[in-house]
């Protein structure tokens, strides 16, 4: 892990700096899900330390959700009520609506100092990051440029990057283009999928703005310009995205397998049954075939070898994807060696597109 940090000159952020270690910084957060809840949470238990007060909690507003539909709080907003933080869960902040005037006054009520935004979910115009005396910062899960969007680290893991990071971004109008105050850097495991690559994410965006807060005047004064070349948009993941497409490469279809763990998950068809691929093994670029791509080579009791796609057109054999966990329609996730005790999966088996 790495850590990319400016080297401060101070002399132009003096009067700033003062004001900023004399009083402490009245911090508003705006996030939703369990990765900002983990810098929440950071946050609240160093208050003293960062010479800092989380006045008030953003979040979106409460959920249906399980079985039974009930509405659920978010991970955010838990933390916040477990350390009695006022809460805020507007629908919108657009000046066009009387809720949004609304929503608006009362974050001015709360007269932040800075807004800390980690995957909060809903749009800030321009009047909401002016409001606090210091902007809105952004928890972000890329080393920006590389990854704008709503999931940067799955689109990371699908294109086959090496490392990814957080950034601690200065929010202006435009989709995480704004200045870059602070770059960690974390190495990305051949093992890894999102779930943990999540969770890794987490932590070092906890880690990263704690230590921007420490002295934001430095490190507002020391910001970075963006190289709009370099960025790249992570689109939101839809469910589709799951359907593994046998005829590519089997390192493509290992790294969405990896990508997509846990949601939307990759799957296949068997028969015109959906089938979830759960997870494989790291590729090997020995083992190759010529059978078609979907064909079950072997079903053996550490792996399930499928015939992928060629890795080139130039290549005379194509690859394979050894495959450790399965969950066929209607029963539960089953490693290699149960699918072979089994009679669901034999081989010469065929795997397929829905359309099939």
Not at 141 to 165: Q, V
Request: with cysteine.
């Amino acid at each position: 892990m790495t850590t990319t940090a400016p080297t401060f000159d101070t002399s132009n952020s003096l009067t700033d700096h003062d004001n900023l270690t004399t009083n402490r910084l009245r911090v508003v957060f705006a996030g939703t899900p369990e990765f900002a809840a983990i810098s929440l949470a950071a946050l609240i238990n160093q208050q003293e330390a960062l010479n800092i007060e989380v006045v008030a909690v953003y979040t979106q507003p409460d959920r249906k959700a399980g079985r039974g539909q009930k509405l659920s709080a978010s991970a955010v907003k838990e933390v916040a009520l477990a350390n009695d933080i006022a809460v805020e869960q507007p629908v919108t902040f657009k000046k066009s609506s009387a809720e949004g005037l609304a929503a608006r006054q009362t974050l001015r009520t709360y007269q932040p100092d800075v807004m800390i935004v980690a995957a909060y979910g809903l749009i800030l115009p321009i009047g909401v990051l002016e409001t606090p005396t210091h902007g809105c910062l952004n928890i972000h899960a890329s080393l920006l440029p590389r990854w704008r969007g709503a999931a940067p680290i799955h689109r990371a893991l699908l294109a086959g990057d090496d490392e990814t990071g957080i950034t601690i971004m200065q929010m202006d109008k435009g989709l995480d283009t704004g200045d870059m105050l602070y770059k960690v850097s974390a190495n990305i495991a051949s093992d890894d999928t999102a779930a943990s690559l999540h969770d890794k994410m987490a932590a070092l965006g906890a880690t990263a703005i704690s230590t921007v807060l420490k002295d934001l005047a430095a490190y507002k004064a020391q910001a970075i310009a963006q190289d709009d070349s370099q960025a790249n948009y992570a689109e939101k993941l839809i469910k589709s995205e799951g359907e593994v497409d046998w005829s590519q490469p089997a390192a493509a279809i290992e790294r969405q397998i990896r990508g997509l763990t846990p949601w939307p998950g990759a799957y296949t068809f068997l028969a015109g049954q959906r089938v979830k691929v759960l997870a494989s093994l790291p590729l090997n670029t020995l083992q190759q075939t010529n059978e078609p791509a979907g064909t079950v080579i072997s079903v053996g009791r550490k792996a399930i070898l499928v015939a992928c796609g060629k890795e080139s057109e130039t290549e005379s054999l194509a690859t394979t994807l050894a495959i450790t966990h399965l969950q066929f329609a209607g029963g539960k996730p089953m490693t290699a060696e149960q699918v072979c005790h089994g009679n669901q999966l034999n081989d010469g088996d065929q795997f397929t597109s829905e359309s099939k």
